[in-house]
């Protein structure tokens, strides 16, 4: 009998498990040969359970609280073990305490881009990250289904089957949700709620509990950025030409500031370019119609020099040919060498098309004069 109760007191008689790492889901109490005591004590601290396994089966699950390991408490047990009337002898029995609190923070990413089709910019990529939550809900599932055997399993162990549940999951429900790329993010809180509605039955499956899943981002590639960006930089500038002259005002403010010629000289500059592309806008062609890219009708698409103030220039069709501008004192000596006549068609700016010299008052006194000399 003393030979007995030594062997006994020998024995585990206060089962319980500290966790100093933080990461632990379940860790396997460890004693000689799988023995407790009958009558030894069960510390089952808060955010924990412990699970008895026997020869494989899951039997009873105790939370938290200290408990009395004896026939009474362990209706499972004893109904494996078979122990219909008590049982003083050690008993064999796998311990296994399972975390039941949240673990928060886990991270989840797409490792690869995401193809999208968008109802605006048609076929993009798209990358997303964010951060969930569990616990375990169900020990006994969760002992079963996923720690098995292991002596201690952490959170390691499932993070990464967890989140390629939740970027494959992420993908479908984004391509089923039709929201446009600009609009996800005023989305992004109610598409987590979409994914953690489809994720959550599977999770179920394993004995854990998603309590929050949230994307912190969803953007596109580098480049496709780069390019929205510029777009953007468009649509805030807006009237382009508007837009440059508003800069060519600002550069001259500037240069009127500067009292050096070299200032002033670069003021009147741009105020010249300035006019002339205000201007330029409303010049015709020589056949009477506005070509924004020839606004002149000069030949070759050339912008003619804006004429002088005191004489008015022409365009005159010579042999089939236009030709010019000339000044008045040119046309006059064309007039008496016989290249210009009443019938030469000519134009200017300001004319809505071209008319023959003697229907212009401007050539009245030039092609009044002496007839050129016969060859």
């Known amino acids: 009998m003393d030979i007995w109760k030594k062997l006994t007191g020998e024995l585990i008689d206060i089962v319980q498990f500290l966790d100093e790492s933080g990461d632990t889901i379940v860790h396997r109490f460890e004693r ?29 699950v105790f939370g938290p609280g200290t408990h009395t390991l004896a026939t009474a408490n362990l209706p499972i ?37 995401i193809m999208r089709r968008d109802p605006e910019f048609g076929p993009i990529r798209l990358r997303a990250f964010g951060t969930y939550a569990i616990r375990v809900s169900d020990p006994a599932e969760f002992v079963k289904q996923i720690a098995g055997t292991n002596g201690r399993f952490t959170i390691d162990g499932i993070n990464e089957q967890l989140r390629n549940i939740i970027v494959s999951r992420f993908s479908d429900t984004l391509g089923e949700s039709k929201i446009p790329m600009l609009d996800l993010a005023g989305n992004q809180s109610e598409l987590g709620d979409l994914i953690g509605g489809t994720i959550r039955p599977e999770f179920t499956g394993y004995g854990l509990e998603l309590t929050k899943l949230l994307i912190e981002n969803i953007s596109l590639p580098p480049e496709v950025e780069a390019a929205l960006d510029k777009r953007s930089s468009m649509g805030i500038i807006g009237n382009l030409n508007a837009f440059s002259q508003f800069q060519a005002a600002n550069a001259m403010e500037q240069a009127a500031k500067n009292p050096g010629m070299a200032g002033q000289g670069m003021g009147m500059g741009l105020g010249m370019v300035m006019a002339q592309n205000i201007g330029g806008q409303t010049q015709p062609r020589g056949d009477g119609n506005f070509n924004p890219l020839n606004p002149t009708g000069a030949p070759g698409g050339g912008a003619a020099p804006p004429p002088m103030p005191q004489a008015a220039s022409y365009w005159v069709g010579i042999n089939g040919q236009q030709a010019g501008p000339f000044d008045i004192a040119t046309l006059a000596g064309m007039a008496r060498s016989g290249q210009l006549s009443a019938q030469t068609l000519v134009w200017k700016q300001g004319m809505a098309g071209w008319l023959a010299a003697g229907e212009v008052p401007d050539f009245a006194s030039i092609l009044s004069g002496p007839p050129p000399m016969p060859r």
Request: charged share 20%; aromatic share 14%.
């Open 32 to 60: 000689h040969n799988n023995e407790i005591k009958n009558g030894a004590k069960l510390v089952v601290r808060p955010s924990q359970a412990a699970v008895f396994v026997n020869e494989g089966q899951v039997a009873d």
């Open 77 to 113: 047990l004893s109904t494996l073990k078979g122990w219909k009337y008590g049982f003083e002898s050690p008993f064999k029995a796998e311990v296994y305490f399972v975390s039941t609190k949240q673990f928060t923070d886990l991270k989840w990413g797409t490792m690869n881009p």
